[in-house]
Each structure stands twice: as C-alpha cells, then as structure tokens.
C-alpha cells in the first residue's frame, strides 16, 4: 500500500522507471550496509516522520518487537 498514488501514476506511464526503482530497492536491501534489525527501525522511524500509517503498521522483520517500535 502507497500514501500517495503518484508514484503507480507515473509508473503506469514510464514502466522502464518503475523497473530501475525496483532495482535500486533490491540492491539496497541485498547488498546494503544496514542488518535487518536496524533497517527496519529506521524505516519505522521515517514511516512515523512521514506520518505514513500503511508503513507505520507493516512489519518487514520479526526481529523489532512492538516494544522497540514503542
């Protein structure tokens, strides 16, 4: 789930960007210098700055537990 649809938008105009997007997000989380575990607290953290409730709630590792996110 998305907080804005612009980004399917342009997608739907411009696949070829989609596809390098999504590879620059896999090559991030592959070969990345963050574990998981920290990963995921950061993405947490930007998800709550942005105010983004779909990635406020979604869970990407077991390895953060609710009193983490608290």
Same mark, same amino acid.
């Given at each position: 789930? =998305?907080?804005?649809?612009?980004?399917?938008? @342009?997608?739907?105009?411009?696949? +070829? *960007?989609?596809?390098?997007?999504?590879?620059? $997000?896999?090559?991030?989380?592959?070969?990345?210098? =963050?574990?998981?575990?920290?990963?995921?607290? @950061?993405?947490?953290?930007?998800? +709550? *700055?942005?105010?983004?409730?779909?990635?406020? $709630?979604?869970?990407?590792?077991?390895?953060?537990?609710?009193?983490?996110?608290?």
């Amino acid at each position: 789930m =998305l907080s804005t649809a612009v980004p399917v938008q @342009v997608w739907a105009h411009r696949p +070829a *960007i989609a596809l390098s997007w999504l590879r620059t $997000l896999e090559e991030m989380h592959v070969n990345g210098l =963050l574990d998981a575990r920290l990963r995921e607290l @950061v993405r947490l953290k930007i998800a +709550a *700055i942005t105010a983004c409730r779909a990635c406020q $709630l979604a869970r990407k590792t077991d390895t953060v537990s609710e009193d983490d996110v608290a």
